[in-house]
């Protein structure tokens, strides 16, 4: 990795966050690292947006008191200089499936970059559950090696290889280190969503129940998923798109054609 390469790093943990910390460090041993990143925990937030947020020094670079959208807007059109490629993370827990594409704030903000045609990898960490609820449960800096390592070489390497020309960002999901490096699969996202909600008086909890089954022997994920390989612990890798493309159907040509005459006949 050039010394001359520009990375905006951000995430959606919080700059002070272990995980943003560790990628930090790897990164700019190679190459010069601009953090612009929320102040504070907006994860989940998606492709949130503020018009106006405060910013503060911070010695990574900036902490930004918004959500990752406002950071990457941010760092890319007035705080950083004009970055080769943005990473986002590493997120403390992993980004997997479809359906996590517009929620997630990693994610987010590497789909914000693309939309500055800026390349970007949105790194996470795939935390197997256990006892300790999530939200209690430490990741040390050393947890992250696997993470940092594979987004070291993937922001040295795919730049170069064209891999971008063919992806606007790389979704990586990467598990807990072994002593050995764990395989790159490239995957897809899974389609798998298993939302329910229950309601008790004046509130209803929302309930993600794609969790609950994360045992290799059971899992119905199918093969070529980014939650197929991960759980079978590989570095999952999928190369997406931004936008999201559309598509041109004759049946809704047809609808389109008949709207005036339609909305017409009925209103008289």
């Known amino acids: 990795m050039s ?8 995430n959606d943990d919080g700059i002070d966050s272990t995980g943003i910390r560790a990628l930090y460090d790897a990164l700019s041993e190679h190459a010069n690292v601009t953090v612009v990143a929320p ?7 998606g492709r949130s947006l503020s018009h106006e947020v405060e910013v503060d020094d911070h010695e990574l670079g900036y902490a930004v008191h918004g ?19 943005v990473v986002a993370g590493c997120n403390k827990g992993a980004n997997l499936g479809e359906y996590v594409l517009g929620r997630s704030g990693t ?11 800026v390349p970007a990898i949105a790194t996470s960490l795939y935390i197997p559950a256990e006892d300790t609820p999530f939200d209690q449960t430490a990741v040390t800096t050393d947890e992250y090696a696997e993470a940092t390592r594979v987004t070291t070489y993937l922001a040295e390497r795919a730049l170069e290889a064209g ?6 960002y790389l979704n990586v999901n990467v ?16 389609k798998r969503y298993e939302m329910d909600a229950e309601r008790d008086g004046a509130h209803v909890t929302l309930h993600d129940r794609v969790w609950d089954d994360m045992s290799p022997d059971s899992l119905p994920d199918p093969e070529g998923t980014d939650r197929r390989a991960i759980v ?37």
């Open 39 to 45: 102040a504070g925990d907006r994860s989940a937030c």
């Open 175 to 190: 598990p807990l280190p072994d002593d050995e490096p764990a395989p790159i699969e490239v995957t897809r996202p899974s």
């Open 67 to 85: 959500t990752p959208a406002d950071c990457v807007v941010a760092g890319l059109a007035e705080l950083g200089p004009f970055p080769d490629l």
């Open 163 to 168: 891999v971008f020309d063919h992806a606007a």
């Open 107 to 117: 994610i987010s903000a590497a789909v914000e970059a693309a939309f500055f045609d």
């Open 232 to 268: 079978e612990g590989r570095i999952s890798v999928s190369p997406l798109t931004a936008p999201h493309s559309t598509e041109h159907h004759e049946v809704l040509d047809a609808l389109a054609d008949d709207y005036t005459e339609a909305v017409g006949t009925a209103d008289h």
């Open 3 to 10: 010394d001359d390469l520009e990375i905006l790093l951000t």
